[in-house]
């Protein structure tokens, strides 16, 4: 099945809109809508699959622009799991100056007799931030991961030297029992963060924070289940200096706190 996906985010006021948006299945795109949304400056969009997928023959492509300093959280709302024969999803994302990204979806599991791969390529103004997510899951309980080979992409300015650019490869037993890959652990989690400072290397039981080379971190963690990988990966993500402070500032609005008490109280931090 071949589905082709668009969504555009565009700030007006102090909100941030969906000016555009086209799915097909088996991907659908749903607005969150409400007062909660009303209340958000972010604009929030689940990724919802409306059919078995992906599955042998589905090729998939999602294309999203964030314009100037508009915010976008984009979220699955369940796991994908990769069936059966060869399956595509590219997910190409464009953000402006100022504009913001969170790319956060769930878990994708890779069954035995699958073929998946992926390319998440983003381009990003100087000025914009951006998280990427990416779990992934060898197998069903009991099961040996089918193949599987994903890549992502980001640079910031078009044609430029991207600031990471990695391929993930599963399916290999010699890899994943390697302490160098998964050490026979069977989930896989990354995060990818240019979002503010990126402070220094980091490191915990079974997760670490690495500052890239041009800018940005690659926050990864490995489990033995995709709960206690996330747990692990949220910690890693945590220990980024960028992303804590946004996070008090985030903390600091949601109690009403004006504009001018928010950088005021930030920057008096220790």
Same mark, same amino acid.
């Given at each position: 099945?071949? $589905?082709?996906?668009?969504?555009?985010?565009?700030?007006?006021?102090?909100r941030?809109v969906v000016?555009?948006?086209?799915?097909?299945?088996?991907?659908?795109?749903?607005?969150?809508?409400?007062?909660?949304?009303?209340?958000?400056? $972010? $604009?929030?969009?689940?990724l919802v699959?409306?059919?078995?997928?992906?599955?042998?023959?589905?090729?998939?492509?999602?294309?999203?622009?964030?314009?100037?300093? $508009? %915010?976008?959280?984009?979220?699955?709302?369940?796991?994908?799991?990769?069936?059966?024969?060869?399956?595509?999803?590219?997910?190409?994302?464009?953000?402006?100056?100022?504009?913001?990204?969170?790319?956060?979806?769930?878990?994708?599991?890779?069954?035995?007799?699958?073929?998946?791969?992926?390319?998440?390529?983003?381009?990003?103004?100087?000025?914009?931030?951006?998280?990427?997510?990416?779990?992934?899951?060898?197998?069903?309980?009991?099961?040996?991961?089918?193949?599987?080979?994903?890549?992502?992409?980001?640079?910031?300015?078009?044609?430029?030297?991207?600031?990471?650019?990695?391929?993930?490869?599963?399916?290999?037993?010699?890899?994943?029992?390697?302490?160098?890959?998964?050490?026979?652990?069977?989930?896989?989690?990354?995060?990818?963060?240019?979002?503010?400072?990126?402070? %220094?290397?980091?490191?915990?039981?079974?997760?670490?924070?690495?500052?890239?080379?041009?800018r940005?971190?690659?926050?990864?963690?490995?489990?033995?289940?995709?709960?206690?990988?996330?747990?692990?990966?949220?910690?890693?993500?945590?220990?980024?200096?960028?992303?804590?402070?946004?996070?008090?500032?985030?903390?600091?609005?949601?109690?009403?706190?004006?504009?001018?008490?928010?950088?005021?109280?930030?920057?008096?931090?220790?």
């Amino acid at each position: 099945m071949r $589905a082709r996906a668009l969504l555009t985010v565009e700030r007006v006021g102090d909100r941030s809109v969906v000016r555009e948006l086209r799915s097909q299945s088996p991907l659908s795109l749903v607005p969150r809508r409400g007062t909660a949304a009303t209340l958000d400056p $972010a $604009a929030t969009v689940h990724l919802v699959g409306s059919a078995a997928t992906p599955l042998g023959g589905d090729d998939v492509e999602l294309a999203v622009h964030v314009g100037p300093a $508009a %915010e976008l959280v984009l979220t699955g709302v369940a796991a994908a799991v990769a069936l059966a024969g060869t399956s595509s999803l590219t997910v190409r994302v464009t953000l402006d100056e100022g504009a913001t990204l969170q790319y956060l979806p769930e878990p994708t599991v890779v069954t035995a007799r699958a073929d998946h791969h992926t390319l998440l390529h983003t381009e990003l103004h100087e000025t914009a931030r951006v998280r990427l997510r990416e779990i992934l899951v060898g197998g069903r309980a009991g099961e040996q991961p089918g193949r599987y080979r994903g890549t992502t992409r980001v640079a910031t300015g078009l044609g430029s030297c991207p600031v990471l650019h990695q391929t993930q490869e599963f399916g290999d037993p010699a890899l994943q029992a390697s302490s160098a890959v998964l050490a026979g652990n069977r989930v896989l989690g990354t995060e990818v963060l240019l979002w503010g400072a990126d402070g %220094e290397a980091a490191t915990g039981e079974s997760w670490a924070l690495t500052p890239l080379a041009r800018r940005g971190s690659l926050a990864t963690a490995v489990g033995p289940d995709a709960v206690s990988t996330q747990r692990a990966l949220a910690q890693a993500v945590a220990a980024h200096p960028g992303w804590a402070e946004s996070s008090s500032e985030r903390t600091l609005r949601s109690l009403g706190m004006s504009e001018n008490a928010v950088r005021s109280t930030t920057e008096e931090a220790p």
